[in-house]
T-cell receptor, first 112, second 116 residues
Framework: DVKVTQSSRYLVKRTGEKVFLECVQD?????MFWYRQDPGLGLRLIYF???????EKGDIPEGYSVSREKKERFSLILESASTNQTSMYLC???????????FGPGTRLTVT | AQKITQTQPGMFVQEKEAVTLDCTYD???????LFWYKQPSSGEMIFLIY??????QNATEGRYSLNFQKARKSANLVISASQLGDSAMYFC?????????????FGDGTTLTVKP
């Protein structure tokens, strides 16, 4: 079974803090994704990566950056957290661009 | 541009009955994949079923089947013999093979409630 893990289920941070969200997949997938999910706004793509050290902006990249130094790990970074970044963050991976995605359990981030 | 429309914000079904969740899509790419995901209240998105744009037959996975009508650009999910554990949010999604660099577009979701 594909397993995608995220470093935390719940996280509380203060405004202005630097926040790291880690995601690890164990199936040697090429593609990895970061989404945020908000009530009424659905799933929105923040960034994705189709190879090590490669990244592409999604629909809402502002305020975020990513890092993919190893194939299995994709990190989302909030350089200076703000209250409007309070959300559920979902990481996903897929074998290729046309395959299904496998999601992690999500990180519910609260910025106060 | 890709677009997914799920017109049913909420649906109710009696346990053991079948239910159809609607999904229509729009894309200019002739090669695409259509997916359904389930998100229980725990939050984790679970892949259910896949249909490729060139597949001749409708996809089936256990109690899930995808009613694919290409000319109508619809990809409805049919759940047979509903169970209480099917209560969840369901998302339709698509990925273009040749455009959009493999990005997925998700619908707004349908909340399904199975009544005992």
């Amino acid at each position: 079974d594909v397993k995608v893990t995220q470093s935390s289920r719940y996280l509380v941070k203060r405004t202005g803090e630097k926040v790291f969200l880690e995601c690890v997949q164990d199936m040697d997938h090429e593609n990895m994704f970061w989404y945020r999910q908000d009530p009424g706004l659905g799933l929105r793509l923040i960034y994705f990566s189709y190879d090590v050290k490669m990244k592409e902006k999604g629909d809402i990249p502002e305020g975020y950056s990513v890092s993919r130094e190893k194939k299995e790990r994709f990190s989302l970074i909030l350089e200076s957290a703000s209250t409007n970044q309070t959300s559920m963050y979902l990481c996903a991976s897929s074998r290729a661009s046309y395959n299904e995605q496998y999601f992690g359990p999500g990180t519910r981030l609260t910025v106060t | 541009a890709q677009k997914i429309t799920q017109t049913q914000p909420g649906m109710f079904v009696q346990e053991k009955e079948a239910v159809t969740l609607d999904c229509t899509y729009d894309t200019s790419d002739p090669s695409y994949g259509l997916f359904w995901y389930k998100q229980p209240s725990s939050g984790e998105m679970i892949f259910l079923i896949y249909q490729g744009s060139y597949d001749q037959q409708n996809a089936t996975e256990g109690r899930y089947s995808l009613n694919f009508q290409k000319a109508r650009k619809s990809a409805n999910l049919v759940i047979s013999a509903s169970q209480l554990g099917d209560s969840a949010m369901y998302f339709c999604a698509m990925r273009d093979v040749n455009t959009n660099a493999g990005k997925s577009t998700f619908g707004d979701g349908t909340t399904l409630t199975v009544k005992p």
